[in-house]
């Protein structure tokens, strides 16, 4: 199972990046997150249902500094990750 999120509200500068990426390894997802140009953040997640139901209700609190306003989730294709690989990627 693989999701799409997208984060929004005060998430940049905040150290959200980091803190997903340790998150989403200690829950054992694959995947990827990064700082999106609009001020969001974006990341693909895959992994069982409960380590994604867990990043998610994660997404939504972010470390302490963070204001989330709002994750948007949607269904992805995960067949490309690599599984056990969690990355932090470029602003795009």
Do not use: C, K
Not at 1 to 28: D, K, N, P, T, W
Not at 45 to 63: H, M, S
């Amino acid at each position: 199972m693989a999701r799409h999120l997208r984060i929004s509200g005060i998430v940049q500068g905040v150290g959200y990046r980091a803190a997903f990426e340790r998150e989403a390894r200690a829950l054992g997802l694959s995947g990827w997150v990064r700082n999106r140009l609009d001020g969001s953040v974006e990341a693909l997640v895959a992994g069982d249902a409960d380590a994604l139901a867990g990043i998610i209700a994660w997404a939504w609190r972010g470390p302490a500094a963070a204001q989330v306003e709002q994750v948007a989730v949607a269904d992805a294709d995960g067949a490309q990750m690599a599984p056990g690989r969690f990355e932090r990627r470029p602003t795009a």
